[in-house]
């Protein structure tokens, strides 16, 4: 699960945060498609389930990993970037399709990454016992599914989301569901605490406890 490291926000003002930092986006650039790069594409029905705003995937090295958002040795998804270029899917409940945050990182190397650290809105938030993985490939979109949702379905619906905005040009990337593993860390701030990546779990399993 992840807990919430509450800064000057409560967490129901992160929540309503988050259609800010959607509205935000939307003004900014469009994702592009690229065989070069690594996507996440994250599923959410309501806005307060959404598991982050912003995520940092660090390097597993040796069995261990540390925070790397002030070294850039890593993934970082989301409203980190000062290039504001995540794409926000608005729902659409005629369809029956939910919210969707979509973006794209340069691939940096192959190898198993974990989100040790994130945002939502202006909270941090911190794994716990639970976290998501994924061994980066160029050209393939992880997509983080909804907490109880099936992988099948999960990926039929990042599928339509994708080539309803992008046509064609989605048949170049691999679309699969992201990992989940246990999580074990040592240490009492997140930014120095060193955690060692366990068994897989499913990332549908994948709980908020705020």
């Given at each position: 699960m992840f807990s919430i490291k509450k800064t000057l926000f409560a967490s129901l003002v992160a929540a309503a945060s988050l259609v800010g930092w959607e509205a935000e986006a939307m003004r900014g650039k469009k994702t592009k498609i690229s065989q070069k790069d690594v996507y996440i594409l994250m599923l959410y029905?309501?806005?307060?389930?959404?598991?982050?705003?912003?995520?940092?995937?660090?390097?597993?090295?040796?069995?261990k990993?540390?925070?790397?958002?002030?070294?850039?040795?890593?993934?970082?998804?989301?409203?980190?970037?000062?290039?504001?270029?995540?794409?926000?899917?608005?729902?659409?409940?005629?369809?029956?399709?939910p919210y969707a945050l979509f973006d794209n990182?340069?691939?940096?190397?192959?190898?198993?990454?974990?989100?040790?650290?994130?945002?939502?809105?202006?909270?941090?938030?911190?794994?716990?016992?639970?976290?998501?993985?994924?061994?980066?490939?160029?050209?393939?979109?992880?997509?983080?599914p909804e907490t109880g949702q099936s992988a099948s379905e999960a990926i039929k619906i990042a599928q339509t989301l994708l080539r309803g905005e992008y046509g064609d040009?989605?048949?170049?990337?691999?679309?699969?569901?992201?990992?989940a593993v246990?999580?074990?860390?040592?240490?009492?701030?997140?930014?120095?605490?060193?955690?060692k990546p366990g068994a897989a779990v499913s990332p549908s399993a994948l709980r908020k406890n705020w």
């Open positions: 029905t309501r806005e307060q389930d959404a598991p982050f705003t912003g995520a940092v995937f660090c390097p597993v090295a040796n069995g990993v540390q925070d790397c958002k002030k070294r850039d040795g890593g993934f970082i998804f989301g409203m980190y970037r000062f290039d504001i270029g995540t794409s926000w899917f608005t729902r659409d409940r005629d369809a029956g399709l990182v340069r691939f940096k190397g192959k190898g198993q990454y974990v989100l040790t650290s994130g945002a939502f809105g202006e909270a941090t938030v911190i794994p716990e016992d639970i976290t998501y993985s994924f061994n980066s490939e160029p050209g393939t979109v992880f997509v983080i040009a989605v048949d170049q990337l691999n679309i699969r569901l992201i990992d246990k999580y074990d860390c040592e240490g009492s701030s997140v930014y120095k605490r060193t955690c």
